[in-house]
């Protein structure tokens, strides 16, 4: 896909990797950025630095009142990057109740699920586009102590396979992005060297131009792939000790 004179939407675009995206999209010479947020006061920032290019969206993607409300507003978006995310460091079995379990399934699978449904007509219209959805590491091997957000991730890719067949056959591409450990408020309890989120926009664009499918984004990405295809047994007692560790790191 050509980025110069797109059009996109990114969820989450008000801070961390999807800010990263949005200056990216924008340096890359992209008419406009939807930035989705859900408070759009919070994307105000951008919308200084690039007028008219920069357009702040509220939009919670729990809410398919507010999906369907930016689908009828951004009728012009050929790109849909689907980065908003959620991350409540609860395990599964020792949280008090599955409210952040829920609620981590609720943004991380069911939101971009619908913002795709939603805007998979509009992307037809405008020529096919594509779709990019930022998953996770998590998402390739199960991390007991981030509770939800790992069984959210795997859904959420397995969800970008089926979406990718589906929308085929109207010329959308759609493309998973595996990331690592990255510097952002979410990544903060997390220790240790952590990628700059403008890497991992890089890397999603230079995706998202050329087609591919899956992409790891970085270092600890490639190297859990690695380790999984190596000996997943091995990678799923590592990931158990994390249980008991006083401090999750990324090991570097």
Do not use: W
Not at 104 to 124: C, D, K, Q, S, W
Not at 136 to 143: E, K, L, T
């Amino acid at each position: 896909m050509e980025l110069k004179d797109s059009v996109a939407l990114v969820t989450g675009g008000n801070r961390g990797i999807g800010e990263a995206f949005v200056r990216a999209l924008l340096a890359a010479g992209a008419a406009k950025v939807y930035v989705g947020a859900r408070d759009a006061a919070s994307a105000a920032h951008l919308a200084a630095e690039a007028p008219g290019r920069a357009v702040p969206l509220e939009l919670d993607v729990t809410k398919p009142d507010q999906i369907a409300a930016a689908a009828a507003q951004c009728g012009d978006v050929q790109l849909l990057i689907n980065n908003a995310g959620a991350f409540h460091n609860q395990t599964l079995m020792t949280a008090p109740d599955l409210t952040a379990a829920r609620d981590e399934m609720e943004v991380n699978y069911f939101g971009p699920l619908t913002l795709a449904r939603a805007f998979a007509p509009i992307l037809a219209r405008n020529g096919g586009g594509a779709i990019c959805n930022v998953l996770s590491s998590g998402g390739m091997v199960a991390v007991p102590a981030m509770g939800g957000y790992s069984p959210s991730k795997f859904a959420g890719r397995a969800a970008a396979t089926c979406i990718r067949a589906e929308l085929a056959g109207q010329g959308t591409t759609v493309t998973a992005l595996i990331v690592g450990s990255v510097d952002t408020r979410m990544a903060a309890h997390v220790a240790g060297a952590k990628e700059d989120p403008a890497d991992i926009a890089k890397a999603g664009l230079n995706a998202i131009r050329r087609g591919i499918d899956e992409l790891d984004t970085d270092r600890m990405a490639i190297e859990v792939r690695a380790s999984l295809a190596r000996d997943p047994k091995a990678l799923e007692r590592s990931m158990a000790k994390m249980l008991t560790a006083t401090q999750v790191t990324t090991g570097r």
